[in-house]
């Protein structure tokens, strides 16, 4: 494949983002208010918003979640950006790592300078069964659905398959999701704002309070083998290996290379940028990495002339903690096979050498679909500004990527930022 | 071999009559399970129903203890959860499928490579019964 540069350089000067968690009563444009208020200040030399001139809202399925569809218009509307064109991407999981490479690739063609970038979900009007089915949706309604499939289920066959073949066990899966929660604890956008061990915590405070038997769990992982308290979704993958039902918004503002510096003193360059389709999981050779991603990920190192160690942060789609150990290797970090040893030796916390979904990852700071991969995005501009505080990752941290899947990665998206 | 039009309906209306139907390119010779109208190798559209004998492995699985709708409506949830996966067929190719003649809350118990065999079972009531794709155990 031939090595592809944009056309001219496109960098991001503003980021933000709502809390992703369970908010009653708010929809998803009022989370794109708070994101894009959180963005416009993030603007070191301001945003005079009129300077916008498009927009591209990453959103999965309001259609089904709040019974709204074309909601593009409606996020321009409701941010004063009206008569601007909108438009919506949806590629499932990844409708904003792909809505984020429709803004670049618009302001690298020349027709725009200044582009706003959004991602919204809002799923917990939903009881957990209609949830998911319709996140089942972005699965084949033909041929992968009727047999049972659900998400939590494609990725739970992806980790019997990963197991079977490089010896991994559901313990080594609980020790991605201690770590993220550990990240998410400092985070205070996450849904789960807690450890683990803070969770156990409140579990039998809960039970001390109401006289019932009070739980007497050793430590995580005792209490990630309990049943009851983590109850099996689809096995191996139990409720702490999920990432949650979720709200949020995140919104990034996108300019051209040359006016970067009229916006911001330190803006994140966009490097990289790679994006692949796949079939159906079942079609696929080997069920244990995800070729959409490994293509995208290479396309943007090859663009942005690195390699994988030149990387500082990486935030990946942990949808499931499976997910995280396939993404590591997928991306390069690891070679196949060595990202559950990797995980259970703590290689990618935050403080290793190798440090993955500093901001707690969707399985802890949640996972509102069509806003995760502008949210990671978030991070980036956290992390490679030095402003992401308790959780800032040490050291000069001037390269970062991140990686968005959508569905069981049938579409992945991949970008590198650089700060300067 | 069969003047019905290769589609998701017509593959389902075979598995009624106990047959999994895939397709074959008339061009490249290759096999496709699920049957389809264009051949994504040489991209012909001269394809033909083919079917297959229904003998493959277990590639992989999972036991569903939170189930969508369709599957609570057939029974299936929390307390009687149920196995399904992907099996890779003695011609080739593999498909999603049910899993039934195991033990959903044995999983361990369950193993990738198992040899199974092409099952046909029925969900749903008077006119929504339909005929799904399982494989059981050999």
Redesign the interface.
Known sequence: MTKRKLGRGVAIVGAGMSGFGAFPGVSTRDLFVTAFQEMRASVDKGLDPGDIEALYIGNYSSDLFEGQGHTAPIMADWVGLTPRPATRVEDACASSGVALRQGIIAIASGLYDVVLVGGIEKMTDLP???V??TL?TAG?A?????????F???Y??????YM?RYGATPETFMRVGIKNHSNGALNDKAQFGATIRKIMAGKVARAKAKGYPVPTWSDEMEFLHDDRAN???????RLFDCSPISDGAAALLLVSEELARSFSNAPLYVIGSGQASDT????RAD?TTIRAARLAGQQAYDMAGLAPADIKVAEVHDCFTIAEIIATEDLGFFPAGEGCRAAEDGLTARTGPRPINSSGGLKSKGHPVGASGAGQVVEMWKQLRGTAGERQIPGNVDLGLTHNVGGTGQTCAVHIFERR | MSERTITGEAFYQYLGEQKLMGSRCQSCGTLHLPPRPLCPACYSGDVDWEELGGRGKLVAFTTVHIAPTAMIEAGYGRKNPYCTGIVQLDEGPAISAQIVGVDPAKPEQIDIGMPVQVAFVQRGEGEGQRTYLAFERV
Not at chain 1, 231 to 237: E, L, N, R, S, V
């Open positions: 957990t069964e209609r998911t089915d089942a084949d033909v041929y992968e659905i009727p047999p049972g499939f659900t939590p289920g494609f739970a066959a992806m980790a019997t398959a079977a109850p099996i979704i689809a096995w191996p993958m159906g999981l079942h079609d069920l």
